[in-house]
């Protein structure tokens, strides 16, 4: 069964300049213990998505289950006892300023009637796991943005939840803040079996920690699998854009130039694993088919843990021997598909 289980769910905001769809006929199966993304550009609904998910939103139409329950059939007091199960991170922290460390993540145990004694000691508990020990007895403007985001996770775990929800939980972050943030839930999904469901329009989120992705334009769910297999294949034109525009994280190198000689040439995008980057592929297909190549991307990023690398060739418009090609990839286990320009280029010219 699946952990949450989202079914042709629309919703529809009314304002002054008239209706706002922003969510059309979303369907989402989210396995226990997963680490899924939901990505897409500003407005692309994922934020009102989450926020079905614990019913802060009610869907205008559909079916959204958690842990087997249906959520529409919840009594208010039912459905405040289920959130306790879904714990939530944000974009900018939530904490209450006039509150120090250890009585912020104290604060929702004394909501839900926990002891002061108890309420505390789990509080230690969870500041030990986020690594901020030392800081029980300080306040959020005494911490860095890194700090106030662990205490707030630390707090979202108070009444041990089943699910996290992290609405663009790194989007203040700087990269390092991030990376260290993301490795944070990482070991929490790991040690703790908590699923964890992340909002955010940065591809290198997803790419670094989420085992499954679903992307999302105009309210729609328009491209969603495995994370490795959409870095690999990108089928839709926003998981196109999105990794082409892709920011990458302290641990990616990308290197890109301008200069060419071929103009509205053949586009070809190669991907590659570390077991397949020893052989100098590109030196060797040039001496193997004689024919120039234009370099637009190449990188290096760590996809799901693996290190995967991408790069976007080009070849002259009447070259006829991209079957060739593609079976010289593919005997070094390399994937390659045609492109458009969807992908951004720099250029480097490869005789």
């Known amino acids: 069964m699946a952990e949450i289980e989202i079914s042709h769910v629309y919703k529809t905001f009314k304002t ?21 993304g939901i ?31 249906e959520l529409s059939e919840l009594s208010n007091k039912q459905l405040r006892k289920k959130r306790e199960n879904i714990g939530m991170i944000f974009q900018h922290f939530n904490l209450l300023m006039q509150k120090s ?3 912020n993540i104290c604060f929702p145990l004394y909501i839900q009637g926990v002891s002061k004694k108890k309420a505390v000691k789990r509080a230690e508990e969870l500041l030990k796991i986020v690594g901020l020990s030392d800081k029980a007895k300080a306040y959020p403007s005494q911490l860095s943005g ?32 991030t990376s260290s943030i993301l490795e944070l839930l990482r070991k929490i999904n790991q040690d703790f079996g908590i699923t964890i469901v992340i909002i955010t329009h940065q591809m290198s989120v ?12 105009e309210g729609q769910i328009v491209e969603k699998g495995d994370t490795i ?15 082409s525009s892709d920011v990458d994280s302290p641990t990616d190198k990308e290197t890109i130039h301008t200069a060419s000689n071929i103009q509205n040439g053949i586009r070809v995008r190669i991907v590659y694993s570390e ?41 002259k418009k009447d070259f006829a021997g991209l079957s060739e090609v593609q079976k010289y990839f593919r005997e070094r286990n390399i994937d390659m598909e045609v492109v458009d320009d969807k992908w951004k280029e720099g250029v480097i010219n490869v005789e």
């Open 16 to 36: 002054k300049e008239g209706e706002v769809h922003a969510l059309n006929d979303v369907s989402l199966s989210i396995e226990a213990g997963d680490i899924f």
């Open 39 to 69: 990505i897409g550009m500003s407005g692309a609904g994922k934020s009102t998505l989450v926020r079905c998910m614990n019913y802060l939103e009610t869907p205008t139409e559909g079916s959204v289950r958690v842990q087997g329950q």
């Open 101 to 103: 460390v250890i009585e």
């Open 146 to 177: 890194g700090q106030k985001q662990r205490v707030a996770i630390a707090r979202a775990l108070a009444s041990n939840p089943k699910i996290l929800l992290c609405d663009e939980a790194t989007s203040a972050l700087d990269p390092q803040t």
């Open 206 to 217: 997803v790419r670094e920690i989420c085992k499954n992705v679903a992307i999302m334009k």
């Open 229 to 243: 297999e959409i870095f690999n294949h990108p089928k839709s034109d926003v998981a196109k854009e999105l990794l």
């Open 275 to 315: 077991n397949s980057a020893f052989e100098p592929v590109i030196s060797n297909m040039i001496l193997t088919f004689k024919e120039p190549v234009n370099i637009l991307k190449a990188s290096t990023k760590n996809v799901g843990g693996v290190a995967k690398g991408e790069m976007i060739l080009e070849f």
